[in-house]
């Protein structure tokens, strides 16, 4: 009994330290990568996170690939004379020593044709291309469909 | 001769359009004229929509209640979950008198957002959101009567996105049109503007 707590409580602090990781290649880290629960698969998901650029030569995310959707696609909620449109985005740009946010309202991870839906406490996989860095894999944590942020102890 | 017939046909044509601009000036004599870019009072809407649980609704239904109304549709991932948990945070911030408050999501997607698909998604967010759906004629002279623009934009494989107006409008309880809360507007200008018309 002992031991299933112990590798419990082991298990939830693995789980814990997965959340809000990093993740680098090159110059580019990537952090509190997250998304929303899904109410079934009908609707696109959505991916948020935070991209620094540690280099001194600007750089660009130019594509998002994941198990976890057929079509996820990068674009910018842009709010034009009180009219929302949903751009796709070619590109986003990250400035040498800069972080730059997919986060609500701007630029965010549009997940359509989702494989399965998103539930809160799982995390799944996306691969992130970069124009410079070469591509990174990072852990994108399903949060509520409530959720505002990231949820990270040290976010903002 | 011929230039004499322009000239009389000209005039006559002004004419008629001053006589038609001077009686729809007597007619709207006592009220303010409409401004094409604001909502009308709900007094003066013309809409019939139903609700996530079915049931009918008009504009003289939230006569006698303040209300908090804006456009969206529930297969958006980014500005319309954004707006709901802005919406539920200051209903939050406003406490009991949140209840005063009749809060509408209109969809200007009806043709995926049905009552059930409403009532599954707004339930996430906060139990005094109503979400309002219709034929898209309902929905589109409903957005004639808020002076809201919406279309649809082809997304690949057939799937498609709506652009759509993002603010949040306020009625006073009499109807008339109290103001715009824009997209992700700070809590701190939101929820005032919202206590006004509660006032």
Not at chain 1, 54 to 77: F, K, N, Q, R, S
Request: hydrophobic letters at 45%.
């Amino acid at each position: 009994m002992k031991t299933i707590l112990l590798a419990t409580a082991l298990l939830s602090v693995a789980a814990v330290a997965q959340a809000c990781g990093t993740f680098t290649m090159g110059d580019i880290s990537i952090e509190r990568a997250w998304s929303r629960a899904s109410i079934g698969t009908d609707r696109p998901g959505v991916l948020y996170l935070e991209i620094t650029n540690a280099g001194a030569a600007d750089d660009a995310l130019v594509g998002i690939l994941t198990p976890a959707a057929g079509m996820p696609m990068l674009h910018e909620t842009v709010v034009t004379d009180g009219i929302a449109s949903m751009p796709h985005a070619a590109s986003v740009l990250v400035p040498a020593g800069q972080t730059v946010a997919l986060s609500p309202g701007g630029f965010h991870g549009m997940l359509m044709g989702l494989t399965e839906a998103l539930t809160k406490g799982a995390t799944f996989p996306v691969t992130l291309t970069f124009a410079q860095a070469g591509s990174v894999d990072v852990t994108v944590d399903v949060l509520s469909l409530r959720a505002e942020g990231p949820g990270c102890d040290d976010a903002k | 001769m011929r230039r004499r017939q322009v000239i009389l046909s000209v005039a006559g044509v002004v004419g008629a359009a001053a006589f038609t601009l001077g009686l729809g000036a007597w007619r709207t004599r006592d009220r303010a004229a409409p401004n094409p870019f604001l909502p009308l009072p709900l007094a003066a809407m013309d809409w019939q929509l139903s609700d996530h649980l079915g049931q009918d609704v008009t504009p003289a239904d939230w006569l006698g209640r303040p209300a908090m109304v804006f456009f969206g549709f529930t297969y958006c991932p980014d500005v319309c979950p954004t707006t709901l948990l802005d919406i539920a945070d200051w209903l939050e911030d406003l406490g009991p008198d949140a209840d005063k408050l009749t809060v509408a999501l209109i969809t200007v997607d009806p043709e995926r957002d049905n009552a059930e698909a409403l009532a599954d998604y707004i339930s996430n967010f906060d139990p005094r959101i109503i979400g309002l759906t219709g034929s898209p004629d309902a929905i589109a002279r409903t957005a004639v009567d808020f002076r809201v623009r919406f279309e649809k934009v082809p997304a690949g494989d057939g799937d498609y996105s709506m652009n759509h107006t993002a603010g949040v409008f306020l009625f006073r309880a009499d109807g008339r049109f109290a103001g715009i809360i824009d997209f992700h507007e700070d809590r701190r200008f939101a929820v005032p503007k919202i206590r006004r018309v509660l006032a």
